[in-house]
């Protein structure tokens, strides 16, 4: 992350950095075996954060024994006095070294040589690249309002393109007038990038009039979560201190979405530093009752893309971030498999766990964004060369489905909510679906925000520790600066019981190909199986789709979602869309008259 208005490239900063000296000799004798490999490990993982706090605020010379046996305390370990010597010693010794590598500037972009994979051994990927095919386009007719059109899917604008009943122009001015008007009351945009919008569909009027149609996102006007760059409009990330900050480069998403065509109308609001719904601007609401927030930091592509603000968007998510603001907004959402986007010119929360993926309102809305965005980039190196073989006509009743029926039971929410959910069950069941119980495994309790946040302190040093004064959510600063207690080896613990996780949740996958899980927050009491299942999934990198499912009582949506297989986006998708066209959910909208 930088201050100033144009970025440090990763380059740059590599050259800075130096490799510091050995942190002690070899060991005096057999006593001092632990000690001295305290010296070097415990020395070099935990106190740098446990006593950070103390050296800033006392500015002592040296570390003492008594610092240390503080610092020890807070991480659950013992020392004896002998042992307590040699540890300080080696403290000591390396406090200059960790002084000199706190002074290397890191952007927020530069990524540790530390990259996940949500392959596990023995999984079985389909590398083999076949023809994406789209579904048949459908019949459609310009209406005389224009603004009729604004809740309409992808795969509708598309075709009114097209066929030139109505031209990019036209459709990018109707959206751009909709977000002037209706903004105010949602506040679900940060920046209208109304120039750059104007040029990209002139551009597209005049491709396709020459006959150089670039598909189903031609001309289509999109929004983007401002976590992500974009070339000469602020990158605010949601946070006050980056209001006017301009991040000199467009993120991958960006970029492809430009190269097939879409035009782009707006930065859509998240929530500060990819928390909640709320910005420095205020609370992003939800259209379906406006004295209620969007939830998730994909709050604004949530709000957005249900007002009918924008054809479709793209969000991002860690923990939930797609899936929540879907839920509650009434929108169909998709969160890929880690490693299927490039998160190039993306906010860094979490290396391990971001990810970025479309909020639309079809399920075969979701199929077309993804297909233009997903692939290598030889910039984000943890995403893979796996292909998305899209094909809505596949028989989905090859497909082994199941649902973790613990989140159907102990729901914690409203009659109606219930009702709504045992419908979808009941609907998928008459479509042909025995479907199997799934159960979540045995390390499903892994703390999330022991991996999320021992990430996201590295990542997020400015602001959080540079500028917290400036922030909107001093409570956040509180919490995620907690997190600076966590020894090296805790988090490297975790990321090992993560493997067994993974593990063990493709043996689960083994047994279906795509399961189903309520996701609802009925007056924001979340599902707390569901809400377990979300975090498990996140851990697992597995892919999942989020689609209406009715209403509860005081007519806010309610949502399922699809988990499906690492990289198994295709079937998953396929049988969600045979879902949503077996129902009509996704097509009611709000009233923002």
Not at 162 to 173: A, F, G, M, Y
Not at 208 to 235: E, F, M, N, Q
Not at 247 to 267: E, F, M, Q
């Amino acid at each position: 992350m930088q201050n100033e208005a144009k970025c440090v490239t990763s380059a740059d900063t590599q050259r800075q950095i130096q490799q510091p000296a050995a942190a002690a000799t070899a060991p005096p004798d057999r006593r001092s075996f632990l000690g001295y490999f305290s010296a070097l490990g415990l020395g070099s993982t935990l106190f740098p954060g446990v006593l950070w706090g103390k050296l800033q605020e006392q500015k002592p010379a040296h570390v003492t024994k008594e610092m240390l046996r503080d610092a020890a305390a807070v991480a659950g370990i013992e020392f004896d006095e002998h042992q307590l010597g040699i540890v300080v010693e080696g403290v000591n010794k390396n406090l200059p070294h960790w002084d000199e590598l706190r002074k290397i500037p890191l952007d927020n972009s530069v990524a540790p040589p530390l990259f996940f994979n949500p392959v596990v051994p023995g999984m079985k990927i389909d590398r083999t690249k076949r023809p994406f095919r789209a579904s048949d386009p459908p019949h459609v007719a310009r209406p005389r309002n224009l603004e009729d059109v604004a809740y309409w899917q992808v795969t509708q604008l598309a075709e009114l393109i097209r066929t030139r009943q109505v031209s990019s122009v036209e459709l990018t001015e109707m959206y751009l007038a909709r977000i002037k008007r209706l903004n105010p009351k949602l506040l679900c945009v940060v920046t209208v990038t109304e120039e750059l919008a104007m040029r990209q569909a002139r551009d597209a009027d005049k491709e396709i009039v020459a006959g150089r149609y670039r598909g189903p996102l031609h001309g289509i006007p999109w929004g983007v979560k401002d976590l992500a760059s974009v070339k000469d409009y602020p990158t605010t990330w949601g946070a006050a201190p980056f209001k006017s900050r301009i991040i000199d480069r467009d993120a991958t998403v960006v970029a492809r979405l430009s190269a097939a065509g879409a035009v782009l109308v707006a930065k859509l609001t998240t929530g500060e530093l990819a928390l909640d719904d709320i910005w420095f601007g205020g609370q992003t609401r939800n259209p379906w009752d406006l004295s209620m927030g969007s939830q998730g930091s994909s709050a604004g592509p949530g709000s957005a893309t249900a007002a009918g603000l924008v054809g479709f968007s793209v969000g991002t998510e860690t923990g939930g971030s797609i899936v929540a603001p879907s839920a509650i907004c009434g929108v169909t959402g998709l969160r890929p498999t880690f490693g299927r986007v490039s998160r190039y010119g993306v906010m860094t929360l979490s290396w391990s766990l971001d990810k970025t993926g479309p909020m639309c309102r079809s399920v075969e809305d979701c199929a077309l964004v993804l297909s233009a965005i997903q692939g290598p980039d030889d910039r984000d190196l943890a995403v893979q060369d796996v292909p998305f073989n899209w094909d809505p006509n596949v028989d989905i009743r090859k497909l082994r489905v199941g649902y973790l029926k613990a989140s159907f039971q102990d729901t914690r929410q409203t009659p109606q909510v219930d009702a709504n959910d045992a419908a979808a069950l009941a609907k998928i069941r008459s479509m042909g679906f025995t479907l199997v119980e799934v159960e979540l495994p045995p390390h499903a309790n892994l703390d999330f925000p022991t991996i999320m946040y021992g990430e996201a302190n590295a990542a997020l040093r400015d602001p959080i520790e540079t500028q917290p004064a400036d922030l909107v959510r001093q409570d956040r600063v509180a919490s995620q600066m907690s997190y600076r207690l966590l020894p090296a080896t805790e988090y490297l613990n975790a990321q090992r019981v993560r493997t067994l996780l993974m593990q063990e949740m493709a043996r689960v996958m083994s047994d279906v190909d795509v399961y189903l899980v309520p996701f609802d927050y009925a007056d924001y009491t979340p599902n707390p199986v569901a809400t377990i299942n979300n975090a498990v999934t996140n851990l697992t990198g597995q892919p999942c789709v989020a689609v209406p499912t009715g209403f509860d009582e005081k007519r806010h949506p309610t949502s399922l979602t699809f988990i499906g297989k690492v990289y198994g986006e295709a079937e998953m998708l396929a049988l969600a869309r045979a879902y949503q066209n077996a129902t009509d959910w996704h097509l009611r909208h709000p009233n923002l008259a």
